[in-house]
């Protein structure tokens, strides 16, 4: 797939590894929608990068933000072409820690954004784009990351190495 004239859907676009992909597509000539949670860098993201950029404050993990940040792309860009997902969080906890087991509410929320909350951008992205036109043979692409920790986890990260693992 060519990045030029692309619409990608980056989520964690705001910093790290998202918005160095944010900077290299709108590099090559494509248009971006950053899902982040941290609107202050998100919209400094777009005040820097200019009129090919747009930022929508979003909760992977919650359906209907996810949806609206979705609608809100396809109003303003017309399609989406590529979804790749960075969005994630951490969180030390134990299984059985000084204060006993780790509470189960702590585990799902990183579970919740990191593994969730990746198929549900995914889901809804593909939902758009199966109703682009064949190029190549391909509607779009989707590219998920995960993490080492999926196969090596570390003391204290139960649920994020879970989550990585999905």
Same mark, same amino acid.
């Given at each position: ?7 990608? #859907?980056?989520?964690?676009? &705001? ?7 944010? @900077? ?31 930022? #929508? ?8 933000? #996810?949806?609206?940040?979705? &609608? ?20 030390? !906890?134990?299984?059985? !820690? ?13 579970? /919740? ?13 593909? @939902? /758009? ?5 064949? #190029? ?15 196969? @090596?986890? /570390?003391?204290? /990260? &139960? ?8």
């Amino acid at each position: 797939m060519k990045i030029e004239n692309s619409v990608a #859907v980056i989520t964690g676009g &705001a910093s790290g590894l998202g918005l160095a992909t944010v @900077e290299k597509f709108v590099a090559m000539g494509a248009k971006v929608s950053i899902f982040d949670f941290n609107d202050i860098a998100g919209a400094a993201v777009v005040e820097r990068l200019g009129d090919n950029v747009m930022f #929508v404050k979003v909760n992977v993990a919650d359906e209907e933000s #996810v949806k609206a940040a979705i &609608a809100a792309t396809i109003a303003r860009f017309k399609m989406i072409n590529i979804c790749i997902n960075y969005a994630g969080i951490g969180g030390a !906890g134990k299984t059985v !820690g000084k204060n006993g087991a780790l509470p189960l509410s702590d585990f799902n929320k990183i579970l /919740q954004v990191n593994l969730v909350g990746t198929f549900n951008v995914l889901s809804n992205a593909a @939902e /758009q784009m199966v109703k682009n036109e064949l #190029v190549n043979g391909e509607r779009g692409v989707i590219i998920n990351t995960a993490s080492v920790a999926a196969y @090596e986890g /570390q003391i204290g /990260q &139960a649920a994020y190495s879970a989550s990585k693992g999905g």
